[in-house]
């Protein structure tokens, strides 16, 4: 039962353009979100999280958006970079004390030059 | 800096072996994790560890165990692996709750 889903695999955007990797969870109890980043060869490197108490959060060219009542969440990337080639994961914390993190299955972004 | 170093980038067992996969965390941080990441199916909690000798099952926890004797080290034990183990095993840690976590480089594991 894949409780956070990412479904799209792979997606490949422009250099320069806005990369958008969306998203979908299905537990309503998840109160805060977060994003990892992964190169090969590379355990994965924290991103950006959110909680559920807003809808926004921005930290440079990274933005997430939560949609509470589609239950869905996005990153956007804007603009985008060679550098950003990676596979990105979406993961989500329940709001009952436990520290353990759902993730989702992955989606790889391929930045064309 | 966090750093988390796992033992082993590459790993080749046989069926039926018992595997070791050692983690060691040099911030004194409380909770450690174990996932395996799969193509298709993302990252997949084993196991977690909120101190020392204390662990508790993840989603995925058949065919493993853990050890955590101090609090900086944390191992994942095959008791007798499967080729359907294979899979690229991380080590993570975590501070602060609500503190993303912070992942080693990873072991890949091949079983024969």
């Known amino acids: 039962d894949q409780q956070v889903k990412q479904n799209s695999p792979s997606l490949s955007v422009q250099e320069g353009r806005i990369s958008i990797l969306n998203c979908d969870y299905t537990?309503?109890?998840?109160?805060?979100f977060l994003w990892y980043k992964k190169y090969p060869a590379e355990g994965p490197t924290f991103l950006i999280s959110i909680s559920s108490i807003k809808d926004k959060n921005e930290d440079g060219r990274f933005t997430v958006f939560l949609n509470k009542s589609a239950k869905h969440l996005s990153l956007h990337i804007v603009p985008s970079q060679p550098g950003d080639s990676a596979v990105y994961f979406c993961?989500?914390?329940?709001?009952?004390?436990?520290?353990?993190?759902?993730f989702g299955t992955g989606t790889r972004l391929t930045i064309i030059p | 800096d966090v750093k988390v170093t796992q033992s082993s980038r590459y790993l080749v067992k046989r069926t039926g072996e018992k595997v070791f996969l050692e983690c060691v965390q040099d911030?004194?941080?409380?909770?450690m994790f174990w996932y395996r990441q799969d193509p298709g199916l993302g990252l997949r909690l084993i196991y977690f560890s909120y101190d020392v000798k204390m662990k508790e099952k993840g989603d995925i926890p058949e065919g493993y165990s853990v050890s955590r004797e101090k609090k900086e080290r944390f191992s994942l034990i095959l008791e007798s692996a499967s080729t359907n183990q294979t899979s690229m095993y991380l080590c993570?840690?975590?501070?602060?709750?609500?503190?993303?976590?912070?992942f080693g480089n990873g072991t890949r594991l091949t079983v024969t």
């Open positions: 993961a989500a914390r329940s709001n009952f004390g436990n520290e353990k993190l759902t």
């Open positions: 993570a840690t975590q501070g602060q709750y609500n503190s993303p976590l912070h």
């Open positions: 911030m004194d941080h409380e909770n």
């Open positions: 537990n309503s109890m998840f109160d805060y």
